[in-house]
Nanobody, 120 residues
Framework: QVQLVESGGGLVQPGGSLRLSCAAS????????VGWYRQAPGKQRELVAT???????NYADSVKGRFTISKDNAKNTVYLQMNSLKPEDTAVYYC??????????????WGQGTQVTVSS
């Protein structure tokens, strides 16, 4: 079993910054990719950013230039640095991992979510 634990959410003023962390634990062969998603009240969950095992990144247009996804393999942790935050970034942020449990068996895992609120 694999666990993903997010942290780093909170209340921040517009223009401020937060760094979210997603720490993976458990037994697995490799993590092929990790994505950060967010869900605002009354809206569908949307993809924010992804990073592959090789370090390739992708961002939603709405966060390009403001958010940066990165990873620390030694700590089994993926980060989402969020700068120039806007009220419309308010949402619960979730991390998702595409995990290779063994070389041939892949499973998908979600964290429990962390609330980000951007408000003055």
């Amino acid at each position: 079993q694999v666990q993903l634990v997010e942290s780093g959410g909170g209340l921040v003023q517009p223009g401020g910054s937060l760094r979210l962390s997603c720490a993976a634990s458990g037994r697995y062969f490799n993590i092929d990719a990790v994505g950060w998603y967010r869900q605002a009240p009354g809206k569908q969950r949307e993809l924010v950013a992804t990073i592959t095992g090789g370090g390739a990144t992708n961002y939603a247009d709405s966060v390009k230039g403001r958010f940066t996804i990165s990873k620390d393999n030694a700590k089994n942790t993926v980060y989402l640095q969020m700068n120039s935050l806007k009220p419309e970034d308010t949402a619960v942020y979730y991390c998702n991992a595409d995990v290779r449990i063994t070389y041939f068996r892949k499973e998908d895992y979600w964290g429990q979510g962390t609330q980000v609120t951007v408000s003055s």
